[in-house]
């Protein structure tokens, strides 16, 4: 079956930096995107991978490694309105993406 | 950027009810769209893909004759619940891609907060 893992919440505090991870097991791949969720808010598009390493936009960056089927979103500089679910989705084969549950991320000042 | 909107935005109706969701790509044309469900704390759950000129294709367990999909146009994805109940009561969100490439993400609606009395 089709699935992928990402730890249910973690906790950072403002101005640090925090690492969420994702792993997938997908029948296929193309692509991988990390979704930002605000409670009550639709998901909006944070970023793509489909080649392995590290892209960078601004205060977030996404790494992926197709090898290990893994890929971490990393958040500089975290600030309260970063406070959010994060989601990790998995395109497969057929275009169909995979939704991981989300991380739920805590800013503590 | 790609622009999903759909409407209306929160929905409070009687038990028995149907209701009618609309989902539109406003710059540009989307063959495919997406409707899902989210309960409060939960993950996204994928209910069924809109597909223009064609019946829509339903996940396991989401009821054909109860969410009824209509994707009348290239822009233009309807979800009606039909004769809602309160367990019905969700959030509601529609997302469209802008062709089926590598690196096309999906864009989502604001979603529809639909509550049953």
């Known amino acids: 079956g089709q699935n992928i893992d990402q730890p249910t919440e973690m906790t950072a505090t403002e101005g640090a930096i925090v690492q969420i991870n994702c792993t997938y097991q997908?029948?296929?791949?193309?692509?991988l995107f990390w979704y930002q969720q605000h409670a009550g808010e639709a998901p909006t598009f944070l970023s793509y991978?489909?080649l392995d390493g590290l892209e960078e936009k601004g205060r977030f960056s996404s790494f992926l490694s197709r090898s290990k089927g893994y890929s971490y979103l990393l958040l500089k500089e975290l600030q309260m309105k970063d406070s959010a679910s994060y989601l990790c989705a998995v395109l497969d084969s057929n275009y169909q993406l995979i939704w991981g549950a989300g991380t739920k991320l805590i800013i503590k000042p | 950027g790609a622009v999903v909107s759909q409407h209306p935005s929160r929905v409070i109706c009687k038990s028995g009810t149907s209701v009618k969701i609309e989902c539109r790509s406003l710059?540009?044309?989307?063959?495919?769209m997406f409707w899902y469900r989210q309960f409060p704390k939960q993950s996204l759950m994928l209910m069924a893909t809109?597909?223009?000129?064609?019946?829509?294709?339903?996940e396991q367990g989401v009821e054909k004759d109860k969410f009824l999909i209509n994707h009348a146009s290239l822009t233009l994805s309807t979800l009606t619940v039909t004769s809602a109940h309160p367990e019905d009561s969700s959030f509601y969100i529609c997302?469209?891609?802008?062709?089926?490439?590598?690196?096309?993400?999906?864009?989502f609606g604001d979603g529809t907060r639909l509550s049953i009395l």
């Open positions: 710059d540009f044309q989307a063959t495919t």
């Open positions: 809109s597909n223009e000129g064609s019946k829509a294709t339903y």
């Open positions: 991978n489909v």
């Open positions: 997302s469209a891609r802008p062709g089926q490439g590598d690196g096309q993400p999906q864009h």
């Open positions: 997908t029948s296929g791949f193309n692509g």
